[in-house]
């Protein structure tokens, strides 16, 4: 019996019918989310079963009813004709660009069975609507790296210069925010192997100086650890910098070779510009870093192999594109960028692939077609659109505007979960006229929603995994039937589609089964350009995997430009590295000067009440963002069924905690309640609680206080500049305390009150 897999986000399994899903063989550290995964999917009590339409809004009431309401179920067929007469309804009086398609990608790995992808297929075909541009994980950067270093992102991932290299190469690497297992478990489109760990272990074993600079010693296993304070990288790095060019050992020959805008970030640096020199002593106490240890890491980057690494976290914070522009600047006045193993890198451990040296294969995916809508948002700034239709922003040097969203469709994604401040989220949401949800649970943004529809889980459909950063493609495989009605999001925009006149266009007269036979062919082409051959569907599929030939291609970040600048310049304003950027500086950004500059953060331990902590608010190792909250990993994590959060034992003590205990963190924006774990590797003056609890706010005792344990009614829902409009997630202060009263039931995990109703009846209510 040949094997059948599945894969997602954080690993590729075999289908197991005994114990539902196992691993590949050949990963050497499979992911403990997926532990949770399979019980997670079938968690039937939180599955959304039927299609089902918001009582308020059949009767016509506005938005502000959303999650107290019940639900009424309805047929497939009366679900598509509701749908495509909204869209046609809104299209007609207020335009396409009164639609918001919301959707954030990491719903499945699968190619064809890619929500974004298939809503924006749609949604094109409809008209059009407004969509967002970056990413939670990383936009200060997005926005950033095209004026800096004249690559995007993506594209810099794709050169990052392999960690094999580090391993072979460097003898000193300094990692700002670790390189960790934890973050590492995940890669968008799909892993196979998780070898992070194998990496810092074999760090360690060639005697490689490895630093971590973070406020959690756990964020790097094995490394030196400095504690710094939060939000404070940036002047550390500024410190480092100028340590090296007092000391007269900056690589002048790199700085006027490969950089521009040197002359005014040096002016900077020894405090010519402002009057203070950016000194060792002058970061000490703002870092809480001694000035002694500042001094020894810019000895140590000068008279070593060294890589300056940055963790994707950094930039998440108040100024976020400052710190990761800082340790650019710091890496080119050591001057070894574009050697094998050395220089500047982004990113290594906050996904799994950053680093990794296999071959880069552009397989196929779902056209979109084009969007006959131009407008578009930030991604992080989702509440503001909804708040201020027709508001100013500034974005990138433009001064823009948002739409007036009237419908709001959102495919495959928890925006109740990723955006901050989730309590100014709630009335923002209020706005819209329509919200249509489609996924597979009741989430806290289904629960959110005025039309609701049921999607399929990968578990319940054929897909492929064809990963671009990774060597393996598997024919993921259904383990069992849909679950109730759900169905494919294919299948789902297939009927909307059928009603609005545009099916032919949607399917191409392909139904899902074509899709993927005209994917596989497509991607065989692709592989012969490679060099290789993929066999033909029917043996893929009977087999269920194939490898690529591994070809470690050994990739060092800037080659071609250090190599050959005039022959392969940067698209920059210089063609250069821009230490100093000249259109940045002109534009007179909020929050990003021409430069890297220290800017004190909006919230700061620097000047905290003494009771108040920062609140670090990183990535779970139980789930991939608030996917799989309902599965057995996660379950088994809570504490007295709330989100662990982890507090130095010296803190707990001061505020008369224990492990154990369920604890209140609150500020100015809201409160919520976890579980408390002791971690001794962790700043005292520090709290961590993991993102992704499924949102779940009551009202206990007139306050209104999310219960399950999410970071995000806490968070500041701010750009981190005018540049980028970023998330900081990451600059946030809390008071905590005790929770001494009864502990509220969740009302998470079920589904809310669905009602039957006669078709007859309901044809009536209609808009």
């Known amino acids: 019996m040949?094997?059948?897999?599945?894969?997602?986000?954080w690993g590729a399994y075999e289908l197991d019918g005994k114990d539902g899903i196992k691993p590949v063989a050949d990963d050497p550290a499979p992911s403990r989310i997926g532990r949770g995964w399979f019980s997670a999917a079938r968690d039937w009590a939180s599955r959304i079963k039927s299609p089902v339409v918001r009582r308020g809004w059949l009767d016509g009431d506005g938005g502000d009813k959303r999650c107290e309401d019940s639900f009424v179920e309805i047929s497939w067929g009366e679900a598509a004709d509701l749908v495509s007469r909204e869209i046609v309804r809104v299209g007609q009086q207020f335009g396409n660009d009164a639609i918001f398609g919301g959707s954030y990608g990491w719903s499945s790995a699968g190619r064809f069975h890619h929500a974004q992808s298939q809503l924006r297929r749609f949604l094109n075909l409809a008209g059009g609507c407004v969509t967002s541009r970056e990413t939670y994980s990383h936009a200060a950067a997005e926005v950033l790296f095209p004026h800096v270093i004249g690559f995007t992102n993506r594209a810099f991932q794709d050169q990052m210069t392999s960690l094999s290299l580090v391993e072979e190469n460097c003898d000193y690497l300094l990692s700002f925010g670790g390189i960790g297992e934890r973050t590492a478990q995940i890669s968008s489109a799909g892993v196979t192997r998780h070898g992070i760990g194998e990496t810092l272990t074999r760090l360690q074993e060639r005697g490689v100086a490895v630093i971590c600079i973070s406020p959690q010693g756990s964020d790097m296993p094995g490394a030196s650890w400095?504690?710094?304070r939060p939000g404070t990288d940036t002047a550390l790095l500024l410190a480092l910098?100028?340590?090296?060019?007092?000391a007269g050992a900056a690589d002048e020959a790199f700085l006027k070779k490969y950089t521009s805008g040197w002359p005014e970030w040096r002016a900077y640096l020894l405090g010519e510009t402002d009057g203070v020199p950016k000194s060792a002593n002058w970061a000490a106490d703002i870092c809480d870093i001694p000035a002694e240890q500042i001094l020894s890491i810019a000895r140590n980057l000068v008279s070593h192999r060294s890589m300056v690494s940055m963790n994707w976290g950094l930039q998440r914070a108040d100024h976020g594109e400052q710190v990761i522009w800082a340790a650019l600047g710091l890496a080119c006045i050591v001057g070894q960028i574009g050697r094998a193993g050395t220089g500047f890198a982004f990113g290594y451990g906050s996904i799994n692939h950053v680093g990794t040296s296999s071959k880069l294969i552009a397989w196929p995916s779902v056209p979109q077609g084009r969007n006959p809508v131009s407008d578009f948002i930030p991604v992080a700034r989702l509440a503001d659109m909804l708040l201020s239709p027709g508001g100013s922003y500034q974005y990138n040097g433009e001064k823009r505007h948002y739409p007036d969203i009237r419908l709001v469709y959102w495919c495959g994604g928890n925006p109740f979960h990723h955006v901050q401040d989730l309590n100014r989220l709630e009335v923002a949401w209020q706005r819209p006229e329509t919200v249509v949800i489609q996924d597979h649970s009741w989430t806290s943004t289904a629960r959110r929603a005025d039309i609701v529809l049921p999607a399929t889980t990968p578990f319940e459909r054929t897909d492929l995994m064809m990963n671009r950063r990774d060597p393996s493609l598997f024919l993921?495989?259904?383990?069992?039937?849909p679950f109730g009605e759900a169905r494919d999001d294919f299948e789902i925009f297939r009927e909307i589609a059928e009603k609005m006149g545009f099916e032919e266009a949607f399917t191409e007269s392909r139904d899902a089964n074509d899709w993927l036979h005209h994917l596989w062919a497509r991607a065989q082409g692709v592989a012969q350009e490679t060099g290789f051959a993929l066999p033909p569907f029917e043996e893929f599929a009977n087999t269920g995997r194939f490898d690529v030939p591994e070809t470690d291609e050994g990739r060092i970040a800037f080659k071609a430009?250090?190599?050959?600048?005039?022959?392969?310049?940067?698209?920059?304003?210089?063609?250069?590295?821009?230490?100093?950027?000249?259109?940045i500086a002109a534009a007179g950004i909020e929050g990003c000067p021409g430069h890297p500059t220290w800017i004190p953060p909006l919230e700061s331990l620097l000047d905290a009440r003494s009771d108040e902590l920062h609140l670090i608010s990183g990535q779970p190792d139980t789930r991939l963002h608030s996917q799989n909250d309902r599965g057995s990993e996660a379950l088994s994590d809570k504490i007295q069924d709330r989100e662990p959060a982890y507090l130095h034992p010296k803190a707990a003590e001061e505020r008369g905690l224990a492990e154990g205990d369920v604890i209140r963190l609150w500020n100015e924006r809201g409160a919520c309640l976890a579980g408390l774990r002791l971690e001794p590797l962790m700043r005292p003056d520090c709290i961590s609680l993991a993102t992704g609890a499924w949102f779940d706010p009551q009202f206990i005792d007139g306050e209104r206080l999310e219960v399950h344990g999410n970071p995000n009614v806490l968070t500041i829902d701010k750009g981190c500049s005018d540049l980028s409009q970023g998330n900081m997630a990451h600059t946030a202060l809390v008071r905590v305390e005790k929770w001494t009263k009864p502990l509220p039931p969740l009302s998470i995990g079920r589904p809310p009150v669905i009602e039957r109703r006669e078709e007859s009846n309901l044809k009536g209510q209609m808009r």
């Open 226 to 228: 400095l504690s710094i």
């Open 2 to 9: 040949n094997t059948r897999y599945t894969a997602s986000h």
């Open 476 to 481: 993921m495989s259904p383990a069992h039937e």
């Open 561 to 583: 430009f250090v190599s050959d600048p005039e022959g392969a310049p940067l698209s920059t304003e210089s063609g250069k590295i821009t230490l100093h950027n000249k259109a």
């Open 241 to 246: 910098s100028f340590e090296i060019v007092n």
